[in-house]
């Protein structure tokens, strides 16, 4: 069964430095998604994107965020100066292009981001 | 409170006995779906409910919705020790304009530990 993939699965940052996450989601499937979870807490939205653009994102999805997908298969968040509070787990996710939302989302494994 | 409340916190239970968790939310959806997420892993789509639907049944897991109440239910028949994780309720906001970019709210989840 098809798979979404990120990498890497532990990224260890120093503050203030730049960071980029990488994901690799399922190839018919339109709709792409950051959440993240901070430990011990809920999984929270950060931004969808369909059709090469930013549909929806969160007041979390500030300037220091961005994210792209160069290449038609890869999906990629970029957090420009990392700080403490970004550590956390980091989940992308997609969806096929049907069904006005009434589709689930599949989810990577997602990437420990820890910021030192 | 938020968005997609799940109760009880933690659940606790022996192999073989049934497993009730519980949702709430607040606003208008376009539908509901439960998730599981296994310990440092992703989150892999359960069951999803639509607002037009009441009961929905997949294997040992039934769902059901009372969008009057703005709640739902996930349970979970003859337990097992593989079923040991935590369980997650999420959101799709409906909109009147008809567009849905999927955005799923997440709860704070159900730990839910099955004892062999």
């Known amino acids: 069964e098809p798979e979404v993939t990120q990498t890497p699965s532990h990224q260890v940052t120093q503050m203030g430095q730049e960071v980029i996450l990488r994901c690799v989601p399922i190839?018919?499937?339109?709709?792409f998604y950051w959440y993240r979870q901070i430990l011990g807490q809920k999984v929270e939205f950060l931004v969808s994107?369909?059709?090469?653009?930013?549909?929806?994102k969160s007041e979390i999805f500030d300037d220091q965020f961005s994210v792209e997908r160069p290449d038609g298969s890869n999906f990629t968040l970029k957090i420009r100066s990392t700080k403490l509070e970004d550590s956390a787990m980091y989940f992308c996710?997609?969806?096929?292009?049907?069904?006005?939302?009434?589709?689930?989302?599949?989810f990577g494994d997602g990437t420990r981001l820890s910021i030192l | 409170s938020q968005q997609g409340e799940e109760d009880p916190q933690a659940l606790s239970i022996q192999e073989g006995e049934n497993a009730t968790m519980n949702c709430s939310y607040k606003?208008?959806?376009?539908?509901l779906q439960w998730y599981r997420q296994n310990s440092g892993r992703g989150l892999v789509h359960l069951i999803l409910?639509?607002?037009?639907?009441r009961e929905k049944h997949s294997g040992r897991l039934r769902v059901t919705l009372d969008t009057s109440k703005k709640s739902s239910s996930l349970l979970i028949t003859a337990s097992r020790a593989a079923d040991t994780a935590s369980y997650f309720c999420?959101?799709?906001?409906?909109?009147?304009?008809?567009?849905?970019?999927?955005?799923?709210?997440f709860g704070q989840g159900t730990i839910l530990t099955v004892h062999p």
């Open positions: 606003t208008s959806i376009n539908n």
């Open positions: 999420a959101t799709v906001r409906s909109n009147a304009g008809g567009t849905s970019y999927g955005k799923l709210t």
């Open positions: 994107f369909y059709n090469n653009e930013i549909s929806e």
């Open positions: 190839s018919n499937h339109l709709y």
């Open positions: 996710a997609s969806r096929p292009h049907r069904g006005r939302g009434n589709q689930p989302q599949h």
């Open positions: 409910i639509r607002s037009n639907e």
